[in-house]
């Protein structure tokens, strides 16, 4: 988002708080937010906070997309501007949900990319495409993530939990052993 645009949306606070609460309580607005939340809920991300730390530093703390630095990126907040964390973006719109397809980007390219597959919308059409960053992000995706990708706790509970059945059913044959 561009200074003056921020800046505009922090001047005119009152006016953008209405107006956000009369779309979200028309039908259209009503809607659209159950859809909203719908997608938000199985978007979910299934990354470690240690992987997130080591995917930024991969893209150098900087948006993926549009190489924006993670120290600039700022959003309207209340009164002030405020510093923002890089959203999770999802680079395969329908794809996995951990870190082989989740690159760093700004609110902007977040926004921008939404649905879009990679190649139809981030390609020299695009303001901000090198072929440098899309070569990066292509890498990240079909081999790099490979080295700070961790197991994740879900399946090693899972794994727990069949050890443990198998112990009891070795206990109950045992105990019939003995009997
Ligand atoms: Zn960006």
Redesign the pocket.
Known sequence: MKDTNIRFRVNNKEYFKQKGKEYRQSDRGKEKYKIYGKKRHEKKHEIYDVEWKNCKKYFDNQ?A????PIEEHYFPYKNELKLYDFHKEHVIDEGKNDLRNCVP??N??NTQKHKNSLNNWYNSSNS?YTYERYFKIYQWIRYDHKKYIMPKRRYKNQRMTARIKEIERLKISIDRLLK
């Open positions: 948006c997309y549009c190489g924006l980007s700004c902007t390219y901000n």
